[in-house]
């Protein structure tokens, strides 16, 4: 935790495709207080969002499901985080992640399992989402993590749906999981500081 400040810092650094993920992130980072990085159409993030990355608390990865796993731009950005990575830059950072595609399944798993790997090689500490699934009869599309998710956020977006179309569950779900996210990360810096 960044010793002038009780509050931890949460960055999100998200590719989005479409503007799903985008406002996926956008809820995260709503209920984390955190600030939003897009990775863009080439794979890039700006110098200020690496700066930003060094300088978080927690980080938390988002990327749409494209092919059983993240898009290509996220990937660059992960093969770019080897610079970070070397020099432990990230080392006992909070992390977390979450995703969407077009497809109830659409192999989102592999996706969250690829980036609890790329925090792990970075040292990290992974946050598990935290809410029980939505899985009764009486259960709507609207209700949270209606997609059943252990690991982290997953949303379903209709291949011919606007962002603003998105379930408002799935909005919910990302938005407390934002706030996991955070609370773990404050109590984490608050180990770190004792």
Known sequence: MTASNSTPTTVVVYHSGYGHTQRMAEAVAEGAGATLHAIDAEGNLSDD??????AADA???????????PSWQFKKFADASSKP????????????????????NGDKLNTLQYFVLLAGQHGGLWV???IKPANVKASKRDD?????????PMAQSDADAAPDEM??????????YGARVSSVARRHASTQLA
């Open 167 to 176: 379930s408002v569950g799935d909005l919910e779900t990302a938005r407390l």
């Open 49 to 54: 969002g690496w700066a930003a990355l060094d």
């Open 128 to 130: 598990s989402l935290g």
């Open 85 to 104: 990575w070397f020099s432990a830059k990230w080392q006992d950072k909070v992390f977390g992640g979450f995703t969407n595609s077009a497809s109830l």
């Open 144 to 152: 949270a993590n209606r997609m059943g998710s252990y690991i982290a």
């Open 59 to 69: 980080i938390i990865f988002g990327s749409p499901t494209y092919m059983g796993g």
